[in-house]
């Protein structure tokens, strides 16, 4: 079975950066999707943006203002977070899967979740 790990979670600012990190581990890095997801309280769980087939989407809520990353040798994924909003106060997930999607329940592993919290 896949691990992920996720970790950079934290409090910060309106304005400020966050830098998300996803340490998987089990198989080969480079054969997944992976794809960053969020969920706020009395929300459903979306995503934020994804790597796979060579090519990433982004959630237009945050299109200009995240990145996602992936380094295929530390089998890791990043999600780097600029100019952060109140709005993207929530817990952030990894996923990996095999379908290039946005649906959730498509992706096979999940990590525990990091809190992000963006104050006014």
């Known amino acids: 079975q896949v691990q992920l790990v996720e970790s950079g979670g934290g409090l910060v600012q309106a304005g400020g950066s966050v830098r998300l990190s996803c340490a998987a581990s089990?198989?080969?890095?480079?054969?997944?999707?992976m794809g960053w997801f969020r969920q706020a309280p009395g929300k459903e769980r979306e995503v934020v943006a994804r790597s796979s087939g060579g090519r990433t989407y982004y959630a237009d809520s945050v299109k200009g203002r995240f990145t996602i990353s992936r380094d295929n040798a530390k089998n890791t994924v990043y999600l780097q977070m600029n100019s952060l909003k109140p709005e993207d106060t929530a817990v952030y997930y990894c996923a990996a899967g095999h379908l290039h999607t946005n649906y959730a329940p498509a992706y096979n592993y999940w990590g525990q979740g990091t809190q992000v919290t963006v104050s006014s």
């Open positions: 089990g198989r080969t890095f480079s054969d997944y999707s």
